[in-house]
Nanobody, 116 residues
Framework: QVQLVESGGGLVQPGGSLRLSCAASRSIFRIYRMGWYRQAPGKQRELVAI??????NYADSIKGRFTISKDNTKNTVYLQMNSLKPEDTAVYYC???????????WGPGTQVTVSS
């Protein structure tokens, strides 16, 4: 089992930047997959960025603007978000699956609002 806690959300103007953090309760050095999803009001939860077996994968809507990274020494995954747009407004959830045979785990989420 793993507990996940997100931080770094907030209100930012269009074109601005935020960095989200997701701290895990156990080592993520060999974690199978870990990353970020988001859910906007009235919409389904969608994949934003994920690291699978060490390789990053991105949704087309955020390619070139967001970067996912992992710090094994801090058991933390980051999402650097640049050139933010109003349509990026959502609750951002951290997600992890330690191995293919284990369950998926979710953090409680952090709100990101992009508005002038």
């Amino acid at each position: 089992q793993v507990q996940l806690v997100e931080s770094g959300g907030g209100l930012v103007q269009p074109g601005g930047s935020l960095r989200l953090s997701c701290a895990a309760s156990r080592s993520i050095f060999r974690i199978y997959r870990m990353g970020w999803y988001r859910q906007a009001p009235g919409k389904q939860r969608e994949l934003v960025a994920i690291i699978i077996n060490g390789s990053p994968n991105y949704a087309d809507s955020i390619k070139g603007r967001f970067t996912i990274s992992k710090d094994n020494t801090k058991n933390t995954v980051y999402l650097q978000m640049n050139s933010l747009k109003p349509e990026d407004t959502a609750v951002y959830y951290c997600n992890a699956r330690p191995s293919p045979l284990e369950s998926m785990y979710w953090g409680p989420g952090t709100q990101v609002t992009v508005s002038s």
